[in-house]
């Protein structure tokens, strides 16, 4: 993004300005190709689109067009704000007292929009001026794009379309056109392949016969299209190809290198989303499917949210790669997801070659230097072959006809679950059949009967060469994750996976996105040999967040972005119950494992809560207003561009506990199970609170009749911040449970051995006590390191008992994260390098430890902050390079 000089002080949050209310896109084709040189991705966006107005499509559009949908009950606005209008107007109009985009948004906005147009944010082309206010004005999310065209399609030219042409003679060119794009997107499902054909074709097809382009005008956060003299969304255009390019300080994506040190691009996911990847529509309620084709060079692999793992085609013109991808479930925008380098597809044994260059570069990122090293070595000398496309191009695979998509089975991974020592009986006791989808018509998985039992989905991994030996952790791990899955939740909403290791700038340790999981190098296991059970726990839990999202987030979604938690607070909670199944934990062992990572969240959320702002701590921070919008469809999202907000927890814990809360009071099998039927009533759809919580309500009546009403669970847990009394008494259970007990009695001896180091005088040396400390799992370890953390004092020997004990640096970075804490608190010198390797491996943990750095004032470990942030500067998340800078600069 560009600076954030030009917004209103007085707001952090993020306006969504797309008016959904009055025309939606139903399906977008994009054309890109990827420029590492110039940090750029340039081509062209295809929207086919359909209005909201009222009125029959026969009568405006011809026959055979189908009716218009005019009440968006399933997946629109459930309320209005105001009668306002978002469009707004260029430079000139902005003199007009008051202007509709100040009804909107407030003088703030203009003052915004004045400025946006001095610093080059406004752009517009030549005869934007001679529209009119009257013009109906279609308005995209937009950002940091630089758009050279629009233009009107002329589908009707394609000779594929003439069979979705209405026959009645007399039907006008504007009509002909509306009509048949009504019927491509209105088109069955069981259709799909050749509806994706079809607007392939149409997305070649040649400007409108008129040769005019339409007007468009680009602001700060938007895009708007006019065509002169058209004042309604049923007389605009209906296919419409917009022509731009990416700038390389864009938001929405990442220009870095990778930890080999070679250059990728990836879409960074929120705050912004996809708007300054390409306009489009940002509100959830614009469910879209999409297809792309994206032209990288031909030694780079392209990966993105897909159906279908295509085998790359070379292009005639710029000798790149052509990778194409599709969905067939209608999705929101922000849900598009790209990732483009030189990755390499993890395999269960590595080649003793490729085996020797991970061996060189096992610490690979910044030890490696550019221009001399192994980090300069060439895939052919590792043992790779000519280039990493050939781990996707390399096997045998099925070729479609005409248009249809190729694909390469062999290229997944079909593990068995008898090899990874599961059982492959379901005890889940559901019977899947008879669902009855409440969702708008697409090829849904939950209705195939060969999806129902498919426990294990096709899945990849790709990464950096010098981590594919590392995550082997994660390919082994999947299997177990998706079956356990299976068993909890029941049918995969997706088809298949890929997981990639992201560069060590990624600011979170995972994001999850249709048919793709960005994974940090954070969660794989830091020792030199392999994992033990133990060491998988960081990993293993959070790839089963990272699935859960399959199911809330992604085929479920919110239907208002600030009610985050029903998205991270339900995975948050299923990570526990998806990794205990994974594990095949008895029904104590769940319980206290759930109890433990229980206490540790509560500590993490009470201390959290302690230091931030209270409006940031509400889950439902529209309360009673959450999922309304203007008459347009716009809306704001409120504190989405707090730089505060993006390192908070408190949607993911207080979401969690408020289900911990709920499964208390039903009884923890009976929530599960409910979960299963509300993703049966409600998988395609997007929710409210409310929907999830009434269904509650009336699945348990006996809740209610305890005064657990939906007011009730408004006020105690979504509607202010701070902390529910029964999270209080229940975190005081919690503190007493026996996996506690045992960390209480580890730190009592830790602490007596400090103080026996505390003695003055002593000129003999000093005879260590033998202490025999019990084995302890991860999650006690890091329960070990926060209470050791609130000793005054701890002597140099004990901590370098500890490092030694627990061989610390082998440890998963919850546990490192925990000890560098401790080793910045009691300035251990001898360990800094544990610090400085933390911050430099391990960015998506290491903002906060920035901050202790600096507090401490003391110049050794000032100087370390400073270094450590010079290191990785460049290729820091912006947020949190923002956040950093402030604390040590």
């Not at 708007?224 to 058209?230: A, I, L, T, W």
């Amino acid at each position: 993004m560009e600076p954030d000089g030009d917004l209103n002080p007085d707001t952090d949050d993020l306006p969504l300005r797309a008016n959904t209310n009055h025309i939606l896109v139903k399906h977008y084709v994009l054309d890109l190709t990827v420029h590492f040189g110039r940090k750029v991705i340039s081509g062209s966006v295809v929207l086919f689109l359909e209005p909201c107005s009222g009125g029959k499509a026969e009568d405006d559009i011809g026959p055979g067009a189908g009716t218009l949908e005019t009440g968006r009950t399933q997946d629109g606005p459930v309320g209005r704000l105001q009668d306002e209008d978002t469009v707004e107007k260029g430079k000139k109009g902005l003199g007009k007292t008051p202007t509709r985009m100040e009804e909107m948004f407030g003088a703030g906005e203009r003052h915004r929009a004045e400025v946006a147009s001095e610093t080059g944010s406004i752009q517009s082309s030549d005869l934007w001026e001679t529209t009119s206010d009257d013009d109906f004005t279609l308005v995209l999310d937009c950002c940091d794009l630089d758009v050279s065209k629009v233009e009107e399609l002329d589908v009707t030219s394609v000779s594929a379309t003439s069979g979705l042409l209405p026959e009645r003679s007399g039907v006008g060119s504007v009509n002909s056109q509306a009509a048949f794009t009504q019927n491509l997107i209105s088109m069955a499902s069981s259709r799909w392949r050749q509806k994706h054909q079809l607007f392939s074709s149409c997305s070649r097809a040649p400007g409108a016969q008129d040769g005019s382009s339409l007007h468009f005008y680009r602001d700060r956060w938007s895009l708007q299209v006019r065509k002169k003299g058209v004042a309604s969304p049923l007389e605009f255009p209906r296919a419409l190809r917009i022509c731009y390019e990416t700038r390389p300080t864009g938001g929405s994506v990442r220009w870095t290198k990778d930890q080999d040190n070679r250059v990728c691009v990836y879409t960074a996911g929120s705050p912004i989303n996809n708007r300054a990847l390409f306009p489009c529509q940002e509100p959830p309620v614009a469910m879209s499917t999409w297809q792309a084709t994206v032209r990288a060079p031909n030694e780079c692999v392209v990966l993105m949210s897909g159906e279908e793992q295509t085998v790359p085609i070379e292009d005639g013109d710029t000798h790149y790669l052509m990778w194409n991808y599709y969905v067939t479930m209608p999705m929101p925008a922000s849900t598009f997801t790209l990732a483009v380098g030189h990755w390499s597809q993890v395999t269960a044994e590595i080649p003793p070659t490729l085996e020797e260059g991970v061996t060189d570069r096992a610490d690979c990122g910044k030890t490696a230097k550019p221009g001399s090293g192994p980090g300069e070595r060439t895939e052919a000398e590792l043992g790779l072959g000519s280039s990493t496309r050939d781990v996707v191009k390399g096997t045998p695979f099925q070729t479609g006809r005409g248009d249809q998509t190729t694909r390469s089975d062999s290229a997944f991974c079909y593990s068995s679950l008898e090899d990874e020592g599961l059982s492959v009986t379901d005890y889940s006791g559901m019977v899947d059949d008879g669902i009855s989808c409440s969702h708008g018509d697409y090829p849904c998985r939950f209705t195939e009967r060969s999806a129902r039992s498919q426990r294990v989905i096709p899945h990849r991994v790709f990464g950096p060469v010098c981590l594919l030996h590392k995550a082997q952790t994660v390919l082994k791990l999947l299997p177990r994750c998706w079956a356990a899955a299976h068993t909890v939740l029941g049918v995969h909403p997706f088809s298949r996976l890929d997981v990639l290791i992201v560069p060590a700038g990624f600011s979170s340790l995972g994001m999850a996105s249709p048919h793709i999981i960005f994974l940090s190098q954070s969660v794989l296991y830091a020792g030199s040999s392999g994992p033990g059970e133990n060491s998988l726990s960081l990993c293993g839990s959070r790839m089963c967040h990272e699935i859960a999202h399959s199911w809330f987030g992604l085929v479920i979604g919110a239907k208002d972005w600030t009610e985050e938690w029903i998205s991270e607070g339900f995975a948050t909670y299923l990570e526990d119950i998806i990794w205990a199944q994974a594990q095949q934990l008895s029904f104590q062992e769940t319980a206290e494992q759930s109890d433990l990572k229980a206490l540790l969240r509560w500590r993490r959320l009470s201390d959290e809560l302690k230091n931030s702002e209270e409006v940031l701590q509400i889950l439902r921070p529209n309360m009673e207003k959450t999922g309304q919008v203007s008459e347009s469809g716009s809306s704001m999202v409120k504190h989405a561009l707090n730089p505060d907000k993006a390192f908070m927890q408190v949607h993911y814990l207080k979401g969690y506990f408020l289900l911990r809360f709920l499964a208390s009071q039903v009884g923890e099998q009976q929530f599960v199970d409910f979960f299963r039927l509300f993703v049966k009533k409600y998988h395609g759809q997007l929710i409210l609170s409310q929907d999830f919580l009434r269904l509650l309500l009336i699945t348990f009546p006996g809740m209610e009749r305890k005064g657990l009403t939906l007011s009730a669970i408004y006020a105690d847990w979504l509607d202010r911040p701070g902390i529910p009394e029964w999270l209080y008494e229940r975190s005081a259970v919690w503190s007493q449970a026996r996996l506690v007990e045992e960390v209480k009695a580890e730190v009592v001896k830790w602490i007596l051995l400090s103080q026996s180091h505390q003695g003055k005088g002593r000129k003999r040396k000093r005879i260590e006590p033998k202490v025999n400390y019990k084995e302890v799992t991860s999650e006690q370890l890091v329960m070990l390191l926060e209470l050791l953390l609130e000793e005054e004092e701890l002597s140099v020997s004990t901590m370098r008992a500890l490092q030694r004990t627990y061989d610390l640096q082998s440890q998963d970075a919850e546990v490192r994260h925990r000890w560098c804490e401790l080793v910045v608190k009691h300035e251990y010198s001898q360990a800094y390098g544990d610090v400085e390797h933390f911050l430099v491996h391990d960015q998506a943990m290491g903002v906060y430890l920035y901050g202790e750095l600096m507090v401490q004032e003391d110049p050794e470990q000032q100087a370390l902050a400073c270094r450590c942030l010079s290191l990785v500067q460049e290729e820091m998340d912006q947020s949190a390079r923002r956040v950093v800078e402030e604390m040590v600069l």
